[in-house]
Nanobody, 113 residues
Framework: QVQVAESGGAAVQPGGSLRLTCAGS????????MTWHRQTAGKAREWIAT???????FYADSVKGRFTASRDDTKNTLYLQMNSLKPEDTAVYYC???????WGQGTQVTVAS
């Protein structure tokens, strides 16, 4: 059974950094296209990053140059390093194995002074 579990969210000040973690189970993150998304209240979930099995990464314009997706195959874990955080980055962040409908519980990131 495919499952993902996000963690690492916190409250930070603008300009700060966080690293989110997505632990996969029931599959190998190294073999799959993995995606990061975020959602704010009242808005649709937004795609922000993709990490392909070969290591290629793709980012939404809103996070390009500030966020970096990576993975640790030995831990079957995906990461999202977020730098230069802005108040508009405040959201619940989710990871997903591309092509599935499985979502984790998400992790809350709040960027505020």
């Amino acid at each position: 059974q495919v499952q993902v579990a996000e963690s690492g969210g916190a409250a930070v000040q603008p300009g700060g950094s966080l690293r989110l973690t997505c632990a996969g189970s029931g599959f190998s993150v190294s073999d799959e296209i993995m995606t990061w998304h975020r959602q704010t209240a009242g808005k649709a979930r937004e795609w922000i990053a993709t990490l392909a099995p070969g290591g290629a990464t793709f980012y939404a314009d809103s996070v390009k140059g500030r966020f970096t997706a990576s993975r640790d195959d030995t831990k079957n874990t995906l990461y999202l390093q977020m730098n230069s955080l802005k108040p508009e980055d405040t959201a619940v962040y989710y990871c997903q194995q591309f092509g599935t409908t499985t979502w984790g519980q998400g992790t809350q990131v709040t960027v505020a002074s």
